[in-house]
């Protein structure tokens, strides 16, 4: 499972904003449920971490660079792409160069 949350919501063009700030507006206008805070991001509607199996979770990347931070640390400007991933494996099934 993958969204786009600045493809599918996005902010005022001038306003600076963070990844989990991003998110939560998202899930708000969406009506999903969503647990965790700025630093960890356990579940989004009703897909949890470890949901499928001890390496599975949320991960999210930044115009395709993934980030070992917490999604409240990363600010997006006006035109980023965020991407929120649903792992199984850790970040190795997500194909796009997740390093461990």
């Given at each position: 499972?993958?969204f786009?949350?600045?493809?599918?919501?996005r902010?005022?063009?001038?306003e600076?904003?963070?990844a989990?700030?991003?998110?939560c507006?998202?899930?708000?206008?969406k009506g999903?449920?969503?647990?965790?805070?700025?630093?960890?991001v356990?579940?989004?509607?009703?897909?949890?971490e470890?949901?499928?199996?001890?390496?599975s979770?949320?991960?999210?990347?930044?115009?395709g660079?993934?980030?070992?931070?917490?999604?409240?640390?990363?600010?997006?400007?006006?035109g980023?792409?965020?991407d929120?991933?649903?792992?199984?494996?850790?970040?190795?099934?997500?194909?796009?160069?997740?390093?461990q």
């Amino acid at each position: 499972i993958s969204f786009s949350a600045s493809k599918t919501f996005r902010t005022d063009d001038t306003e600076e904003t963070s990844a989990y700030n991003l998110l939560c507006a998202l899930c708000e206008a969406k009506g999903w449920d969503m647990e965790g805070d700025g630093s960890y991001v356990a579940g989004i509607n009703g897909l949890f971490e470890f949901d499928c199996g001890p390496l599975s979770g949320w991960m999210f990347c930044i115009n395709g660079e993934y980030k070992n931070y917490g999604c409240s640390a990363i600010l997006v400007s006006p035109g980023d792409r965020v991407d929120f991933n649903y792992t199984c494996d850790l970040g190795c099934d997500l194909g796009n160069g997740v390093s461990q």
